[in-house]
């Protein structure tokens, strides 16, 4: 049975997508909420809580939520996700395309990335993310044979988490990560529908598993204006 915050969380998100609420509308307070919907505070504070996990809405104490513009590819800097399981709730149409999958050597940049020895190899793969019919990001991923000796095309095409966890029983545990700003590269502009761009946010991340084994190292690649950085911080008092 589906719960009661899921259900205004459902009724909220249909009315975001169909443009009742459009990006940088508020929506009705907690109060006018429960009375709108007949539901407790408990329950709107939940639904309004995934509305901000999935990108939706902004939300602050003491203010009315603000529809986000979902146009913008949202990141997660504080969490470990596939591309997949970013854009799962979203209605935009989404597709990747693999456009290298290979076995290399571990040259100078892998033996500095994964710490991999000049004689071990790793999975090199590039991908192209298109967002509504749009080449947005490259993806350039690298992962150590050490942990993952075998990579199938369908996983590249699909998730290659999803892979990894529930096929190959990995546990995945944290990554670092890095964003900077770079000009665009003679191959960004081969491989992404740029406009009239001549930036691209570029984020670096190594991924390690639960017992801090690194195994993948990406670099991502995107156009800045579908490019949206999402954290959650909260003030350290001493």
Excluded: W
């Excluded at 949202?74 to 979203?90: G, Q, T």
């Excluded at 080449?135 to 369908?154: A, E, G, M």
Aim: hydrophobic share 35%; proline share 3%.
């Amino acid at each position: 049975m589906e719960s009661k915050y899921r259900k205004l969380y459902n009724i909220l998100l249909e009315k975001i997508e169909k443009k009742e609420y459009k990006p940088g509308d508020k929506l009705p307070s907690e109060g006018e909420l429960m009375e709108l919907y007949d539901a407790s505070r408990d329950t709107v504070r939940k639904s309004l809580n995934l509305l901000v996990q999935d990108g939706y809405i902004q939300k602050a104490r003491g203010k009315a939520a603000i529809v986000l513009d979902k146009n913008k590819f949202n990141f997660p800097v504080s969490e470990i996700a596939s591309f997949k399981e970013i854009y799962k709730n979203s209605s935009s149409v989404v597709e990747t395309l693999v456009e290298n999958l290979e076995i290399v050597k571990g040259d100078s940049k892998l033996m500095d990335c994964l710490q991999l020895k000049p004689e071990e190899e790793a999975f090199s793969l590039v991908r192209i993310r298109k967002i509504d019919g749009e080449r947005i990001i490259i993806d350039k991923d690298y992962f150590s044979r050490k942990t993952v000796p075998n990579l199938p095309l369908r996983a590249a095409q699909n998730s290659i988490y999803e892979y990894l966890e529930q096929e190959m029983g990995l546990k995945i545990g944290f990554a670092m990560k890095e964003i900077t700003v770079h000009p665009v590269t003679e191959e960004d502009q081969q491989m992404l529908d740029l406009k009239s761009y001549d930036m691209v946010v570029v984020v670096k991340s190594y991924t390690y598993l639960e017992d801090s084994t690194l195994f993948q190292y990406t670099e991502s690649r995107h156009r800045p204006d579908k490019f949206k950085f999402v954290d959650f911080a909260k003030r350290k008092v001493e």
